[in-house]
Every structure is written in C-alpha cells, then in structure tokens.
C-alpha cells in the first residue's frame, strides 16, 4: 500500500478557496483522488487523476469549482477548491487506486490518507 500524507484544510468564508495537498510515499497508483466524509453521510467521491492515462474526472456537485492537478516530480496532487459552500464542509481523504478507468467508488482505492478537515461557514 501506498502512504499518503495530506494538508491544506482549514475553516474558510462561504465564497473562499482552499487548497488541499496529497503526497504519496511511492508512485505504485494509477489514481489519486479526493473523497469526503461530512457528518451523518456516507463518504462521497470528490475528484480524482489518473496518471497513466493524464485525465481527470470531478463529481457533478464540484464540477466547475474544485480542479485536480498533480506535481509530478513530487508524487502529489492538489485539489483547488473554488466558490465554497456550507454544503462543502466534510473531512476530506485522499486516496489511491491500481485501476484504470474512471473509478469513483471508495471500494476501488486500497490506500486512504487520514483525513484533513475543511469547513465553510456562512
């Protein structure tokens, strides 16, 4: 498995941005993505890259706010949070996964970091 260290979250004003970052210990993924866990909910896929294939892939209650991208030479991603929300405040986890494609379910990513929290206030 893959260790992941994340950092960057924080509590911010409705309408602010954030960055989160994700640093892997060895680049033995093919995706790295960002979930969230607000509390009483399930936890929900947020974003993700796959690095083989150079794509990335967002939820539809992200799209056009949050943007994924990747510092290759240091084995991290970073998600760009945008025009947050009250409805965005969750523990946020990164994530890896061996598979191809577009997986966005958590039994698919077999290393999660432990979580950094990210609140919006209104």
């Known amino acids: 498995q893959v260790h992941l260290v994340e950092s960057g979250g924080g509590l911010v004003q409705a309408g602010g941005s954030l960055r989160l970052s994700c640093t892997a210990s060895?680049?033995?993924?093919?995706?790295m993505g960002w979930f969230r866990q607000a509390p009483g909910k399930e936890r929900e896929f947020v974003a993700a890259?796959?690095?083989?294939?150079?794509?990335?892939y967002y939820s539809d209650s992200v799209k056009g706010r949050f943007a994924i991208s990747r510092d290759n030479a240091k084995t991290t991603t970073y998600l760009q949070m945008n025009s947050l929300k009250p409805d965005d405040t969750a523990v946020y986890y990164c994530?890896?996964?061996?598979?191809?494609?577009?997986?966005?379910?958590?039994?698919?990513?077999?290393?999660w970091g432990q979580g950094t929290q990210v609140t919006v206030s209104s």
């Open positions: 994530a890896t996964s061996p598979l191809g494609g577009v997986p966005d379910a958590s039994y698919d990513f077999n290393s």
């Open positions: 890259f796959n690095w083989g294939a150079g794509t990335k």
């Open positions: 060895s680049r033995t993924f093919n995706i």
